[in-house]
């Protein structure tokens, strides 16, 4: 049996070559499974049952191996369902056959069966794979290098040799020769036997093909749109000088079948409905480099003359119409009718009519004209019949529930359930979110079924960092996203958020510790508060500060894309100013201890795409916060701030992005320093020193150092664009002005400047950013310092 499971999972491999994709070969591998296991089951019929132990008890199973033992008895347990003590199954039996073949590390099995006493005793003869004792290859001719192969493979040495390892190891050489520019390579295997028992050689068999890398990607017969802004549509990439790091100049078949039906969709998406291309073409030229060259036939572009719909009875026509985006008039576009397509069926869900079909019938209506007619079939209405919840072992049902719109007798909606998933994934509590509904056993209702694969959400990190403001800083983090203060044993599971930070450095002591309820009071109504203090070393030559204290928060969601936040926060500030400094400076009046008590209220809203590299959308925050004696403090400052950026996605994935800012603060007296306004350095004008940007401390035998003003604003436009996958390039220019007085806007003394970055996104560590800015213009001559590098943290928060 074993012989000719093996010659038929051959046969198989040879029939279905590698470079199909993935569901044939699991498809391939499924079969070969099958009959090995109906053999199997054929043997189990003329060993077992040719005696009848139907409803005996099963007192003993007993695991004997026929040859090499490569597969733990432990694990071959269990992958069997049957135990001691059961009653005999056939039909079970015949299952661990199957889970056992399937596994991919067993070979053949045979079960025994004998009377023991009043029952019977089970012996499964299981031979298991082989485990690997190398690797070989056959037909490489191009390339050369068998241990760089073998180290591709990714496959090591003493593994069973199961299905699912060489698949991997055969999709990952695979990888390799792609790298290099092969993308019709077939992979084949054999498998070797060798002296030692239990063990064979994986000999991998190829088929190399010829050497295609792209040299350049060209269009015909596209009149509408030039080559580069169809190339835009494409993953697909001419190989570059940085082809090492950015892989560009590979070509993926499948992947290339994909770029040519985006291409089209792309001329769909812009009124050429009838679009056709042969597909692309592989022209040789010199060195085993192709031109891709795709021939397009654009057809006429064509517009709306109407759109209609068919009966209906839960919406009117009119309802419809008015949430359209493809109207009569437009011209035709196949993305907008997918659009629409869903708000429909959307409209239909928030009514409870979860199975809604909707159908564009397209006609023609005369020379390049189309009428569009949207076929509803309404189906039936429904109710939300159970709500159940599966997969959370350490996440509370109530930390799920409460995510969840929809309750229990509620009418069925679709687009609630839609909501469901979406607040789920963002909680960033579960690897896989699965919310459906199901058919109920009640008529017209619909159960809820929501399943959720756990991750981790605690994360401990240290490590070191540097940044141009506060040199070289050493740091632990402590996180955890899902915590439950109730809960001493595990502090799991709540849907609470910790942290606790601390840095060391030569410039900075920093320790704080926060804890968030976003569910307060059973309300979407978050409740905070953190212990903090700070050892600021960095501000200025001329004085150190020192803060420790605490604060509360609450923030309420207006909407999905703003909230307002209140907050009520105490500190004590110790400015400490250098004894050198003369006592006619102006940073002599901010020495001393202070007590600052304050409430703030901020209004955000945020329609940003990403936090980190937004491409569109725009970001919106004003501030005020309170400080007086009326609040138990001894400094008296109203802060008023306002913020904002804006994103725009231009062409090759290029991004123009304006930002700015404008603080004013009024005090009762002279504003201590920790509350004045500050320019300069990595976060506003890049082309001047740290916080070096405002009213100096001038005079005889004074420092001449900056001591910041009541009125600051800046405005920056910056141009990012891609240079490999995870590294962008930037041109910026900054310009900004800080004034004396409180409301004063006057740009009199107005800085400016301008530079270039790189912007990168590195795993574990994050975004980062590096700029190098020089000054255009400075009214204050000790501001300009030359051109200046900032290396920073890159998050837009």
């Known amino acids: 049996m074993v012989v000719i499971c093996l010659a038929f999972k051959r046969w198989l491999d040879n029939t279905i070559p590698y470079k199909m994709n993935y569901f044939y070969q699991t498809a391939s ?98 031979e298991t794979k082989p485990r690997l004792a190398g690797v070989g290859f056959e037909g490489n001719v191009a390339l050369q290098d068998k241990e760089k192969m073998a180290e591709a493979t990714k496959i090591k040495v003493g593994v069973p040799l199961s299905d699912a390892a060489i698949f991997e190891a055969r999709k990952n050489l695979q990888e390799y020769y792609q790298g290099y520019g092969y993308p019709e390579v077939a992979i084949d295997h054999r498998l070797q036997k060798t002296d030692r028992a239990g063990y064979a050689d994986l000999i991998f068999v190829i088929q190399e093909g010829s050497k295609n890398e792209v040299r350049k990607i060209r269009f015909e017969g596209n009149n509408a749109f030039p080559d580069h802004k169809l190339e835009n549509q494409m993953k697909t990439k001419e190989k570059g000088l940085l082809s090492f790091l950015t892989k560009s100049g590979r070509i993926d078949l499948d992947q290339l079948a994909e770029d040519e039906e985006a291409v089209l969709e792309f001329y769909r998406d812009n009124g050429y409905l009838r679009v056709r291309s042969t597909g692309f073409q592989r022209v040789p030229v010199k060195g085993g480099r192709v ?194 203060i109730t809960d001493p044993w595990s502090f799991t599971g709540g849907g609470q958020r910790f942290g606790m930070n601390l840095r060391l450095g030569t410039e900075r002591r920093d320790f704080k510790i926060s804890l968030v309820e976003p569910w307060f009071l059973g309300q979407r109504l978050s409740l905070g508060g953190e212990l903090f203090y700070r050892d600021q070393l960095y501000l200025s030559d001329e004085y150190d500060q020192r803060d420790f204290g605490g604060a509360v928060f609450l923030r309420k969601p207006l909407s999905s894309k703003s909230y307002v936040r209140g907050e009520y926060r105490l500190q004590k500030i110790r400015i400490d100013v250098e004894d050198d400094v003369a006592p006619t400076s102006v940073f002599q009046e901010f020495d001393g201890d202070y007590v600052r008590s304050s409430l703030g209220l901020t209004y955000v809203y945020d329609s940003r795409d990403a936090q980190v590299t937004p491409r569109s959308g725009h970001k919106f925050e004003a501030g005020l916060d309170v400080a007086g004696q009326f609040l138990g403090g001894d400094v008296d400052t109203i802060t008023l701030n306002i913020e904002g950026s804006k994103h725009w996605n231009l062409w090759f994935d290029s991004i123009l992005t304006l930002r700015g800012r404008a603080s004013v603060v009024e005090s009762d007296g002279v504003t201590p320093i920790f509350d004045r306004q500050f320019l300069g350095g990595a976060r506003d004008l890049r082309g001047f020193e740290y916080r070096d940007i405002g009213p100096r401390d001038t005079g005889a035998g004074n420092t001449n150092e900056v001591y910041g ?89």
């Open 29 to 126: 591998r499924w079969v070969s499974a099958a009959v090995c296991s109906l053999l199997a089951l054929c043997m189990l019929a003329s060993t077992v049952h040719g005696q009848d132990f139907s409803g005996k008890t099963i007192n003993s199973i007993s695991i004997r191996y026929a040859g090499s033992k490569n597969v733990d008895e432990a694990r071959v347990r269990n992958m069997m369902s049957v135990k001691t003590g059961q009653k005999y199954s056939a039909e079970k039996l015949d299952d661990d056959i199957r889970s056992l073949v399937e596994s991919g590390l067993i070979d053949d099995v045979r079960i025994l069966a004998e009377e023991q006493g009043n029952g019977v005793g089970l012996t499964f003869v299981v």
């Open 291 to 484: 031109d891709l060259v795709m021939t397009i036939n654009e057809g006429a572009r064509y517009t709306v003359n109407s759109v209609g719909f068919g009966k209906m009875s839960v919406f009117t026509a009119e309802e419809m119409g008015k949430v359209l985006t493809l109207n009569a008039g437009d011209s035709y576009s196949s993305k907008k009718m997918r659009q629409d397509i869903t708000t429909i069926r959307s409209y239909y869900g928030s009514r409870g009519y979860a199975d809604a079909e909707v159908n564009p019938d397209i006609r023609n209506a005369g020379p390049n004209s189309v009428n569009i007619i949207y076929r509803v079939i309404e189906g039936s209405r429904y109710k939300v019949g159970r709500v159940t919840i599966e997969g959370n072992n350490v996440t509370k049902d109530k930390v799920i529930r409460r995510e969840i719109p929809l309750k229990p007798g509620d009418n069925f909606n679709t687009v609630d359930l839609e909501t469901t998933r979406k607040r789920l994934r963002g909680l960033n509590y579960f690897n896989n979110v699965y919310a459906e509904g199901e058919p109920s056993g009640q008529k017209g209702y619909r159960d809820i079924n929501v399943l959720v694969n756990e991750k981790k959400t605690g994360s401990v990190q240290f490590g070191l960092g540097f940044s141009s403001i506060d040199s070289i800083v050493g740091y632990i983090n402590l996180e955890q996203t899902n915590f439950d």
């Open 709 to 797: 003003g009541d009125t600051a604003a800046y405005a920056t436009v910056e141009w990012s664009f891609p240079i490999v996958e995870t590294v962008r390039g930037a041109i910026f220019y900054d310009t900004g002005f800080v004034n004396e007085d409180s409301w004063d806007f006057g740009p009199d003394d107005l800085y400016s400047d301008a530079g270039v970055g790189l912007r990168l996104n590195i795993p574990a560590i994050g975004p980062l950013a590096l700029d190098y800015a020089v000054p255009v213009s400075s009214p204050d001559d000790e501001s300009d310092q030359g051109g200046q590098f900032n290396f920073y943290l890159d998050f837009a928060f």
